[in-house]
């Protein structure tokens, strides 16, 4: 028999838990489906390596199989792309399969409510060892963390895959990502051209605890030192640690206000009014690099509101807001992904562990370089989210 899982973590509201969870596989999306819609789905999913993980083709779960997926954000066109590859990849093996019905494989997507909150991720993958799903596939926001919840997955047979971000753990099936190293250096190589191989240059990364964030800084940084001498890293940003630079303003600003007048909090000076700082304290800065969605666009809008347009500036993710920043030249170049496929694929690995099927260790998801003079193409058309 089963040992009940036990949850490690402060149970959080049940109600934000539930908010953050969407159930899949009812239905086959590619019956709604356009004929550029499919187009553009399959070409999301041939790009996928090695290319089994492109089809469902001989994955016979059990009718009313569950898997969960956990990713590391409920609410942006990025993890929305890799929650619709899952669901496809559901529907299509129930489709494959015949299932109707309560026998149709079930799939959960869940994520923190709140962008890469630990805990409540943590707290989610408790919920969902509790329900003991076939699989797990998990997007870890800390490298680190979650040791206990997967030491208890192992001790009950529920098989681990990670994706978009991994994890240090040593009983995962699979890896599902982007090659985030050869990405890197790809971004590396194009922002060193765009500088002239020379100058200051600031680097802004997601977060210091995540796979994928160090992977994006340390390739980056290791690349530009090697092929681009001349070019300077004045300083790295990571984003869950600019409340220390927020401290520093508060500190300067308040040393300069006289008798009766406010002291400024850290807390309430803004994400943007920080990047603001950093850049005036850098006059001779002349590239920058963001490392996801997020702090590419929170350094966009930082440009744009300062006018600041002689910056060479390159980022991560294909979402509309980026195009409309690579038109309007905000913004010079950047490196997409394929989340769709990312999500397919995961369901795909989730499903062969499951079956006690082989896994390559890591699946590749595929990139593009997309800049202002092929964003229109038709290739990269269908990897933008």
């Known amino acids: 028999m089963k040992k009940r899982l036990k949850s490690v973590i402060g149970i959080l509201c049940l109600s934000l838990a539930i908010s953050a969870c969407a159930s899949g596989g009812q239905n086959n999306l590619s019956n709604n489906k356009s004929k550029d819609e499919k187009s553009s789905i399959q070409y999301k999913l041939d790009v996928l390596r090695p290319n089994a993980y492109s089809s469902v083709k001989g994955l016979s779960l059990e009718p009313g199989s569950y898997i969960s997926i956990i990713g590391r954000h409920s609410d942006d066109s990025y993890w929305k792309e890799v929650e619709n590859g899952a669901k496809q990849a559901v529907a299509d093996m129930n489709a494959m399969l015949g299932y109707k019905g309560a026998d149709k494989i079930k799939l959960t997507y869940c994520a923190p409510s709140t ?131 927020a401290q520093t303003i508060a500190e300067e600003q308040n040393a300069l206000l006289t008798e009766g007048q406010t002291p400024i909090e850290p807390q309430n000076i803004s994400q943007e009014d920080v990047v603001k700082y950093i850049l005036e304290k850098h006059p001779e800065l002349k590239g920058i690099y963001a490392t996801n969605l997020d702090t590419t666009q929170l350094v966009a809008k930082v440009l744009k509101d300062t006018q600041k347009k002689d910056l060479k500036f390159v980022g991560f993710d294909g979402g509309e807001e980026q195009l409309k920043l690579l038109e309007d030249g905000t913004l010079d170049g950047l490196i997409t992904q394929n989340p769709y496929g990312m999500g397919y694929a995961t369901v795909v690995a989730a499903a062969r562990v499951a079956l006690g099927l082989g896994n390559e260790s890591f699946v590749n998801t595929g990139y593009s370089w997309v800049a202002k003079k092929n964003m229109t193409s038709d290739k990269i058309k269908h990897l933008l989210y």
């Open 115 to 245: 962008r890469d909150d630990i805990n409540e991720q943590v707290n989610i993958l408790d919920q969902e060892l509790d329900r003991y799903p076939s699989a797990i596939a998990i997007a870890t926001i800390d490298a680190t963390a979650c040791k206990i919840q997967f030491d208890l997955a192992s001790e009950n047979g529920i098989p681990i895959v990670t994706f978009d971000s991994g994890n240090d753990y040593h009983h995962i099936a699979a890896h599902v990502s982007t090659d985030n190293l050869k990405a890197t250096q790809t971004a590396a190589g194009k922002l060193g051209k765009l500088m002239e191989e020379s100058g200051e240059l600031a680097i802004f990364v997601q977060d210091s605890v995540s796979t994928t964030a160090l992977t994006r800084l340390n390739g980056f940084v290791e690349t530009i030192e090697t092929d681009f001498p001349n070019i300077s890293v004045v300083n790295i940003y990571h984003m869950d640690q600019l409340e220390t630079v």
